[in-house]
C-alpha cells in the first residue's frame, strides 16, 4: 500500500491529506561541499606526510627549545641571555616581553609541546590564508573555506613555512597578527595594537608602523608604537635587568643569531655578503640597506594610497611593507619568508585567465619551493666562495624581494602616467 500522511491531528479522512502521496525523500544537505571536503582530504594527506617524515627524521624543533628555555629562565629566575640550548648552543634573541610570554611552554613536556606547537602552526597557517583572501576580497565567500584548506595543504611544503614547521617558528603568528590588524578598517577601534604587539614579540614589525604613518594613517601608527612600548614597559616591569641588556646591547649582537653569510640568511646583506666574497659587508651594506628601505616603505605607502585604480593596494601595499622588512633586517633567515603565502594569494587573484600572469604564480610558487639555497656548495665558508652562476640560486629570495618593488614601483608610475593622459584628455581645448 502506498504510504499516507497523517494530519497534525492524527486522523486520516480525506480532508486531513489521506491518500497523498509523498514525494521522494529530501537528502539533509552534506556539511561539507565536494570542493571543501576534496581540500581537507589533501590537507590531511599533507599532514600525514609531514608527520611521518618529522617521526623519520626525529625534528628537535631547536627554535622550540630555544622559547622553552628562556621561559622557563623567566619562572626561575635564570640569566635569560646567558643561557644557551641544544646541540648547537642556541641563545635566547628575543626581547624579555617575548619570554614572558613563553613561560606556559617551560611546563609542558617536550613531546606534548612539539605536537602542540605544530597543531598551532596549522591553524595559524589556516588564518594567514583566510586573512590572506579576506585581503584580496578573492574568491567568492562560498569557495573560501575550500581555498583556505588548499593552501594550508601545499603551503606546509613552501620553504619558508616548512621551515617554520621544523623549527617549531612564531613566524606564522608574527605574520597572521600583522596582516589582520591592517585588515581592519581604518575607523577599527584600536587599530595597530596587534602590530605593536608583533613588534615587542620580534622588532621587525615594527616597520609596519612606520608604513601607517606615511600611508596617512597616523592614529594607528600612534597606537602601534603605544603597544609596543607597553610590551618593553612589561618586560622593564617583571625582568628590569634584561630589558635593559636587550635594549643597550643584544639587541645590536647580530653574531649571536647567527652568521650573516651563510645561504640561511636571505636578507639584503647576506645576499651582497655572498656576491661580494666578504664576511662584513660594512659600509656599502648600510648604505644599500637605507637605500632600500627609503624606496620600499615609499612604495608601499604610494600602494596603499593608490586608491580604486591599483585593485587590493591595501594587500599590495603590506607585502610591500613586509618585504622591505625581510630586505633590510640584517638577518632575515629563509622561515622568515613566510609573507609568500600572501604573495602568492594576492598574484593568483590577479592572475585571471592570463596564461602570463598563471605562470608567474607558478613560478613564484616553484621559487619557494624549490630549495635552491640548500642545494648550493656550503659546507664550511662554501658560501662565501659561490660562482657568479650560483649566486642567484643562493639568494632567490631578497632577489625576489627586490624584482617586486621594482615591479609595482612601475607600476605605480604607469597608473600617474594614464591618470595624467585621461586629465588632459579631459581639458577643454585651449583657445
Not at 1 to 29: D, E, L
Not at 132 to 154: G, K, N, Q, T
Amino acid at each position: 500500500m502506498s504510504a499516507r500522511i497523517r494530519s497534525r491531528s492524527g486522523g486520516s479522512g480525506p480532508g486531513n491529506g489521506a491518500g497523498r502521496r509523498t514525494g521522494p525523500a529530501r537528502r539533509p544537505a552534506p556539511l561539507l561541499s565536494p570542493s571543501t571536503a576534496r581540500a581537507l582530504a589533501l590537507l590531511a594527506l599533507s599532514v600525514a606526510a609531514w608527520t611521518v617524515l618529522v617521526a623519520v627524521a626525529r625534528v628537535p624543533m631547536a627554535d622550540m627549545l630555544v622559547y622553552r628555555a628562556e621561559g622557563a629562565a623567566v619562572l626561575h629566575g635564570d640569566d635569560l641571555y646567558a643561557l644557551r640550548v641544544t646541540e648547537w648552543n642556541l641563545p635566547a634573541t628575543y626581547p624579555p616581553f617575548a619570554a614572558m610570554l613563553f613561560t606556559p611552554t617551560a611546563v609542558v613536556p617536550v613531546p606534548v609541546l612539539k605536537v602542540l606547537v605544530t597543531a598551532g602552526n596549522l591553524v595559524l597557517l589556516g588564518v594567514l590564508a583566510h586573512l590572506s583572501f579576506r585581503c584580496a576580497d578573492w574568491p567568492s565567500p562560498p569557495r573560501r573555506p575550500a581555498a583556505v584548506l588548499l593552501v594550508a595543504a601545499f603551503g606546509l611544503w613552501l620553504e619558508p613555512v616548512f621551515q617554520t614547521f621544523w623549527f617549531g617558528q612564531v613566524n606564522l603568528l608574527v605574520a597572521a597578527l600583522v596582516l589582520w590588524d591592517l585588515s581592519r578598517p581604518d575607523t577599527a577601534r584600536g587599530k595597530g595594537i596587534a602590530i605593536g604587539v608583533a613588534a615587542g614579540v620580534k622588532l621587525t614589525p615594527g616597520i609596519f608602523a612606520v608604513y601607517l604613518l606615511l600611508s596617512g594613517r597616523v592614529r594607528a601608527a600612534a597606537v602601534a608604537a603605544g603597544a609596543f612600548a607597553a610590551t618593553v614597559l612589561a618586560g622593564a616591569a617583571f625582568l628590569p635587568g634584561e630589558t635593559v641588556e636587550f635594549f643597550t646591547l643584544r639587541m645590536f649582537e647580530t653574531e649571536r643569531v647567527g652568521e650573516l653569510w651563510i645561504v640561511d640568511n636571505q636578507s639584503l646583506q647576506g645576499l651582497m655578503a655572498r656576491v661580494l666574497h666578504t664576511e662584513e659587508p660594512g659600509a656599502l651594506w648600510a648604505a644599500a640597506a637605507v637605500a632600500v628601505a627609503a624606496f620600499g616603505l615609499a612604495v608601499a605607502a604610494r600602494t596603499a594610497t593608490a586608491g580604486p585604480a591599483l585593485p587590493r593596494a591595501e594587500a599590495w601595499g603590506a607585502v610591500a611593507c613586509a618585504v622591505t622588512a625581510l630586505l633590510v633586517s640584517p638577518i632575515s633567515w629563509s622561515h622568515h619568508w613566510v609573507w609568500c603565502v600572501p604573495l602568492l594569494v594576492l598574484l593568483a587573484a590577479e592572475a585571471g585567465g592570463s596564461r602570463r600572469r598563471q605562470a608567474a604564480v607558478a613560478a613564484v610558487a616553484a621559487l619557494f619551493t624549490c630549495r635552491s639555497l640548500w642545494l648550493v656548495p656550503k659546507d664550511g665558508d662554501a658560501d662565501l666562495h659561490l660562482a657568479w652562476w650560483l649566486q642567484p640560486f643562493a639568494s632567490p629570495y631578497p632577489l625576489l624581494g627586490l624584482a617586486l618593488l621594482v615591479l609595482l614601483a612601475a607600476r605605480l608610475r604607469r597608473l600617474r602616467r594614464d591618470a595624467g593622459e585621461r586629465t588632459s584628455a579631459e581639458q577643454p581645448a585651449g583657445h
